[in-house]
């Protein structure tokens, strides 16, 4: 009730400003008719001393003063006009008056009560996650989802007798179902033609024919097949395939980007936020998640109350300066004189750059956890001293390092 009271009472004053600036008008403002008499009498002043000076002559001071008294008769009676305006409001001005009085008034109640929650108390944070918490388990199945999707249309073109090709092979499939590789073909060509509950259904097949030989990325189409068939939608059923992924993969792009979206949907944007901005940085820039996570990371990082800023687009297959995953298996060839020496020239130069140029809060942390790989803790510690310093007022740079640090072992 208190509540009601104090924003009924707030509604209301701001509101009653409104209405008395309304029926007042703009009486504190001078009309232009007011400035254009100032004018001209001071021409007609500057007339009588160019005449006094010689500048002009009789007759061109009295044409001056004829045009310029014309133009002053004429502003005043703008000016007269003005003021009996002011006092001509009458009932006019009460009855709009009230009616902008009563449109805020019952707007804003009308916007709370379509979009706020009325009588409904604040949620402490473990409320809030045991809520998303309920909500993930008792959310709609895949056959629940898949009703209400509506259709889509088919991802990429496909030639004329495309679907024919298809009807073929669905029957060859099905007088052949322990052919695995009919199934494989037959899931990628349901899922061409916009068929995505087909093609989960036979991807589905080729899980059960692979057994335990069933990779990371065969779960892994499973769950994003059923997601396109549920228009975006991610079930408990593909949830469970994409923590199957996981378990195979835990650095599975498509299962980890899938998993974020399914926290973003369930109510944990902070979960979300965390799986994507850690892929975010992984990369590669030309992964196919990273442009839905940089359409939706800010969004999410938003909800869960991160000050956050989306770095820029790095070009397609450009890499960080200093070691990469490819650079680190390329030196698994060399001996290990020569692995220790083109890691630590990567890392030195890195390192040196940093120091005179600066560098994004991407490149101070890679710096960091090759430190760290490569047993330099104690480096590793100094660089993550001076990160602080240069990133301390930036909440967002501070969490990127700070991940760097805590891999490293050199942060809590």
């Known amino acids: ?60 001071a009295e044409r001056l003063r004829t045009e310029v008294s014309r133009r002053l008769l004429a502003a005043d009676a703008q000016m007269q006009a003005a003021k009996a305006g002011e006092t001509k409001r009458g009932p006019a001005g009460y009855v709009v008056g009230g009616l902008v009085l009563a449109s805020l008034l019952g707007g804003s109640l009308w916007i709370y009560a379509q979009l706020g929650a009325p009588g409904y108390p604040d949620l402490a944070l473990a409320d809030r996650i ?79 024919l692979k057994g335990e030989a069933a990779t990371a990325s065969d779960y892994a189409d499973y769950g994003d097949m059923m997601v396109l068939a549920a228009g975006g939608y991610v079930s408990p ?74 770095p820029e687009a790095a070009p397609a297959g450009q890499q960080m300066p200093g070691p990469s995953a490819a650079d680190m298996a390329a030196a698994e060839d060399m001996t290990p004189e020569e692995r220790l020496q083109m890691i630590e020239g990567m890392v030195s130069g890195l390192g040196a750059r940093l120091a005179e140029d600066g560098g994004t809060p991407d490149e101070w942390a890679r710096l960091i956890r090759a430190l760290g790989v490569l047993g330099r ?31 490293a072992g050199v942060a809590q």
Not at 7 to 32: C, H, I, K, N, Q
Not at 35 to 55: C, H, N, P, S, T
Not at 153 to 179: C, H, I, K, S, T
């Open 1 to 60: 009730m208190v509540f009601w009271i104090v924003t009924g009472a707030m509604a209301l004053g701001v509101s009653a400003l409104l209405v008395l600036a309304l029926l007042r008008g703009r009486a504190d403002e001078e009309p232009p008719a007011a400035y254009d008499l100032r004018v001209y009498r001071d021409q007609l002043k500057e007339v009588d001393r160019d005449l006094a000076r010689g500048i002009i002559g009789e007759g061109e």
């Open 130 to 208: 045991a809520a998303a918490e309920e909500r993930r388990q008792t959310r709609p199945t895949q056959a629940e989802a898949e009703a209400e999707a509506p259709p889509m249309a088919p991802p990429v073109a496909v030639p004329d007798n495309f679907a024919d090709l298809v009807q073929r092979l669905r029957g060859a499939v099905a007088e052949r179902p322990g052919d695995l590789q009919g199934h494989i073909l037959l899931a990628r060509n349901e899922a061409a033609l916009g068929n995505f509950t087909a093609a989960y259904k036979a991807q589905e097949q080729v899980l059960n």
């Open 237 to 310: 059923k593909a949830e469970s395939a994409f923590r199957e992924a996981l378990a195979r993969e835990p650095s599975n792009g498509t299962a980890l980007y899938y998993i974020g979206s399914m926290m973003m949907q369930t109510g944990r944007p902070d979960q979300a936020f965390r799986i994507w901005e850690r892929q975010l940085r992984q990369g590669p820039p030309d992964a196919p998640w990273i442009a839905p996570i940089r359409a939706q990371i800010e969004n999410a990082a938003q909800l869960a109350g991160v000050d956050y800023t989306l």
């Open 377 to 407: 803790t104690d480096q590793a510690a100094a660089i993550w001293a001076e990160a602080q310093g240069v990133f301390g007022e930036n909440p967002g740079a501070m969490d990127t390092v700070r991940r760097a640090a805590q891999d």
